[in-house]
Nanobody, 126 residues
Framework: VQLQASGGGMVQAGGSLRLSCAAS????????VGWFRQAPGKEREFVAV????????IYADPVKGRFTISRDNDKNTVYLQMDSLEPEDTAVYYC????????????????????WGQGTLVTVSS
């Protein structure tokens, strides 16, 4: 199983980035996918999650209205569109996959996720 996260970079406050998480070596449609982030000196925290079909999503309060999670099951890829970025969004962003039944959406607890990508760094300057 491989998860390849990409799309990170440096951007000014107010700018946008789109992260991608490409999966291989598994049946992608069996998994819900979450995005998490870890800022320097802090715990890894939940950002957003999407269910198997893409029909249900959940966002952490700090990113609601600014970030959008989506998936393309034909490409085995999940995206995180990040708009109106703030310096507080600076972190390494990780994608995680959780095998689920039917349309169940995984929870925000990072310990339940089965696989993790390597992370991609997002830096937002003020």
């Amino acid at each position: 199983v491989q998860l390849q996260a990409s799309g990170g970079g440096m951007v000014q406050a107010g700018g946008s980035l789109r992260l991608s998480c490409a999966a291989s070596g598994l049946t992608f449609t069996f998994y819900g996918v979450g995005w998490f982030r870890q800022a320097p000196g802090k715990e890894r925290e939940f950002v957003a999650v999407i269910n198997r079909s893409g029909g249900s999503t959940i966002y952490a309060d700090p990113v609601k209205g600014r970030f959008t999670i989506s998936r393309d099951n034909d490409k085995n890829t999940v995206y995180l569109q990040m708009d109106s970025l703030e310096p507080e969004d600076t972190a390494v962003y990780y994608c995680g996959l959780k095998r689920v039944i039917s349309s169940v959406i995984p929870g925000p607890e990072r310990s339940i996720y089965d696989y993790w990508g390597q992370g991609t760094l997002v830096t937002v300057s003020s």
